[in-house]
Each structure stands twice: as structure tokens, then as C-alpha cells.
């Protein structure tokens, strides 16, 4: 898979995280699945340790004094937790208590809580290594294929397709499915900034085409949720008709996951391409400031003031998101970060309705989906197209204003 570029340092290096599939025997895929629960039990004990603490007597519990007890546990339990990484299970609990910091701050903030949770199976599929070289080793046989050593599994080989550059921070494990994979942090890797390009250009996003420039081109969109549709109902059928907790419904459940996955490798796959064409083209690109979340809330409402057009809107949500924006944009921000070009993101309010020409805004301009015919002065172009515009011009004008 693509490497996921990450924070920048300066303007001399970046963080970047690289993402490879694991090719495990079956002894060690068995050792995998036997470390992830093992840290998933881990997890587990410590939340509870710590709302036994707080319920019994009002005693909070904090990473370090978790973290004290880790060699007591280790030594009366070294056929279970005493194989892994002592510093593996160390971010096991800062894990936990990130889950806690994050609690008591929404709490503050008067946002809704959610209390951490208990792990079920398949609700814990990643373990991090903080440090190479503690517990684990990327790139640990010399010569031939790639390795990464991961203690109480061995050495595990890697379909490394690319080379990691810079420094080696962090070693991730993370199971999606049946699949494995390794993700490894480096940190001092060079920046390679694209040469300029001296062009600028504003992009409106939707649902009949997945981008449109403010140049006219115009992106498909692949709907590949959509494409999957059918297959994905059989699969969800024969998954109702079976006796929970059957081998045959355990294989159908895995076949269900493994179909989403696949979808969700498409859509990535089709953002990472989207994005890189827009990056080497472009020095400025501008896009609309999207709130996906409001976009796509339910419109039910509630017992006593029901929604109407409830069954369209689901519609809509479910093409929004399955186009994937929010995805889209995050590798946006961050291949043009490492490639050393500008976003801007605008408020896209009215900018599918407002004439490029005369400046005329109102709702009647958009005639259709696609075509826009100003009431005023008669422009006619794509609604698209005019939208992408009217972002890149706000954009332009927004950079001004910060430049002066």
C-alpha cells in the first residue's frame, strides 16, 4: 500500500508512515493473533482495575501506576504476557489512559463523554512497538527480503514494495481481516518538494462526478460501495439465515468483513491517484470546507417531529460516503504538504448558485444538477464548473488577505 506522508518538521524533513502487507507462516500469524489478544486482555484489566479503583473508592489510577505493576505481572504469567515487548505493553496502557485524558477533556468542554470502553474480540487488532530495536527490529535479516523481528513471534516477512527512508521511530502490527500489516514511523525523511508549476485551481466536490476543477476536467466517480452492492447483499443474507456462532457463519462473517475491505482498499486507492494528479499539477489548490458529519446526519427526527423524505436522504448519506471526501481530503492536505504546495479551504456556502460573471446569487441560477443559467445576466456553464470557480476565487482572495 502507499506510504501515508504524516506531520512536517521544519521545512527540511517529514514524518512519514509506511503501511506493508505482512506474509506470516502459519505458525507466526498464530502468534500474532496470540499477542493482540494477549494486550487486548491486558487493556481490558487495566480498565477495570481502574473503575474498580474510582467505584470502590474514589481513587483514580494512573498510567504510571500501571505501568509499575507490569513486572509483577510479567513474572507470574511468562507462558502468557511475559512473552511479549515489555515496551509493547507499555503503550498498551498509555493507550488506555489516552482513552481517559480524552474523556475527562470532552468533559470539560461539555461535549458527550463516551466513557472508554471494554475490548471485545475484534475490537483490538493493533499493537505498537515505540522503539525500534526494543522488543522489535525493522529490516532484521540483512539481504534478501525484508524482515521485521517482533518479539515472541520471530522474524516475520515483509512484502516491502518501496523503500523507507530516515530514521525508524515506531513499529505498528495491525490486523484487518484475515490480512496483516506492519506500519513503520520514520521520522528525518527528507522532503522532496515538486518543482513549481505556476498553476492554480479550485475543485468542487459531489456526488454525480467526484471533483470538478475550476479548467472543466472532471473527475468520475467510481461509487465502488455501489458496485459491491449485490455482492454484499447475498453475503448479509446468507449471514441472517445462519445459526449464530456456527463455523459457516464465522466464514460468512469473515467473507462480509472481507468485501468491505476490499471497498474500502478501492476507495483508497482511487483518493491516493486523485490526489497525486492534483498535487504534480498544481501549485494552489483550493477546495470547499466540508462538514461531512452535518452533511450526512440522519433525517428521522425524532417520535414527535418525524423527518420527511427520510428514504432520499439515507440515499444521499450513503453515496456521500461512499464517495469518501473526508479521505480524500486527508490525503489531499497531506501529499501537498510534503510536496511543498498550498490548500485553502473555503466556505463553500452559495458557490454552486453564484454567477461567476455578475456576481448574481440566488437559487433559481442552478436549473439542474448540471447546468447553471444566471436569472440576470444569462451565463450559462457546467454547475460544477461554476462552482469550482467561485472556490478558487475565494481561495485566491482569502490568500491575499493573508499574504498582506
Known amino acids: 500500500m502507499l506510504a501515508w506522508r504524516g506531520l512536517t518538521c521544519g521545512n527540511l524533513a517529514v514524518i512519514l508512515a509506511y503501511k506493508f502487507l505482512l506474509?506470516?507462516?502459519?505458525?507466526?500469524?498464530?502468534?500474532?493473533?496470540?499477542?493482540?489478544?494477549?494486550?487486548?486482555?491486558?487493556?481490558?484489566?487495566?480498565?477495570?482495575?481502574?473503575?474498580?479503583?474510582?467505584?470502590?473508592?474514589?481513587?483514580?489510577?494512573?498510567?504510571?501506576?500501571?505501568?509499575?505493576?507490569?513486572?509483577?505481572?510479567?513474572?507470574?504469567?511468562?507462558?502468557?504476557?511475559?512473552?511479549?515487548?515489555?515496551?509493547?505493553?507499555?503503550?498498551?496502557?498509555?493507550?488506555?489512559?489516552?482513552?481517559?485524558?480524552?474523556?475527562?477533556?470532552?468533559?470539560?468542554?461539555?461535549?458527550?463523554?463516551?466513557?472508554?470502553?471494554?475490548?471485545?474480540?475484534?475490537?483490538?487488532?493493533?499493537?505498537?512497538?515505540?522503539?525500534?530495536?526494543?522488543?522489535?527490529?525493522?529490516?532484521?535479516?540483512?539481504?534478501?527480503?525484508?524482515?521485521?523481528?517482533?518479539q515472541g513471534v520471530g522474524h516475520v516477512r515483509v512484502h516491502a514494495h518501496r523503500e523507507v527512508d530516515g530514521r525508524v521511530k515506531t513499529v505498528s502490527v495491525k490486523r484487518e481481516g484475515r490480512r496483516w500489516y506492519v506500519i513503520v514511523a520514520c521520522d528525518g525523511v527528507s522532503a522532496k518538494p515538486l518543482p513549481a508549476t505556476g498553476s492554480v485551481v479550485g475543485v468542487d466536490m459531489g456526488v454525480a462526478l467526484f471533483l470538478t476543477t475550476s479548467g472543466g476536467v472532471q473527475v468520475n466517480n467510481p461509487r465502488h460501495l455501489a458496485a459491491s452492492a449485490v455482492r454484499l447483499a447475498e453475503v448479509q443474507g446468507a449471514l441472517a439465515r445462519g445459526k449464530r456462532g456456527s463455523n459457516r457463519c464465522r466464514k460468512t462473517r469473515e467473507r462480509f468483513a472481507a468485501l468491505h475491505a476490499k471497498v474500502r482498499r478501492q476507495r483508497l486507492d482511487h483518493a491516493h491517484k486523485t490526489a497525486l494528479w492534483l498535487v504534480r499539477h498544481h501549485d494552489l489548490i483550493v477546495h470547499e470546507d466540508l462538514r461531512i458529519a452535518n452533511m450526512t446526519r440522519s433525517a428521522k427526527g425524532t417520535v414527535d417531529a418525524p423527518g420527511v423524505n427520510v428514504a432520499a436522504k439515507a440515499g444521499l448519506n450513503r453515496s456521500i460516503l461512499d464517495a469518501g471526501w473526508g479521505v480524500f481530503l486527508s490525503i489531499l492536505a497531506a501529499k501537498a504538504e510534503s510536496a511543498g504546495r498550498t490548500i485553502i479551504a473555503v466556505d463553500p456556502r452559495n458557490t454552486s448558485r453564484t454567477c461567476p460573471s455578475c456576481g448574481h446569487c440566488a437559487r433559481e441560477n442552478r436549473v439542474s444538477q448540471a447546468d447553471f443559467v444566471c436569472v440576470q445576466c444569462g451565463y450559462a456553464a457546467h454547475a460544477d464548473v461554476v462552482g469550482a470557480n467561485n472556490v478558487l476565487r475565494a481561495g485566491l482572495a482569502r490568500q491575499a488577505v493573508l499574504a498582506a
Open 23 to 150: 506474509r506470516p507462516t502459519a505458525r507466526q500469524a498464530a502468534a500474532l493473533a496470540a499477542c493482540v489478544e494477549d494486550h487486548r486482555q491486558l487493556y481490558n484489566a487495566a480498565l477495570e482495575e481502574r473503575r474498580g479503583a474510582y467505584r470502590r473508592a474514589r481513587l483514580g489510577i494512573r498510567y504510571g501506576d500501571q505501568s509499575a505493576q507490569l513486572k509483577d505481572i510479567r513474572r507470574f504469567d511468562p507462558g502468557g504476557q511475559g512473552r511479549w515487548s515489555f515496551s509493547s505493553q507499555q503503550a498498551t496502557l498509555r493507550r488506555l489512559d489516552k482513552a481517559f485524558a480524552a474523556f475527562f477533556r470532552r468533559i470539560k468542554a461539555g461535549q458527550r463523554a463516551g466513557y472508554p470502553r471494554f475490548k471485545g474480540v475484534g475490537w483490538f487488532d493493533t499493537v505498537q512497538w515505540p522503539k525500534d530495536r526494543d522488543g522489535c527490529r525493522w529490516n532484521s535479516i540483512g539481504g534478501g527480503p525484508t524482515r521485521v523481528y517482533l
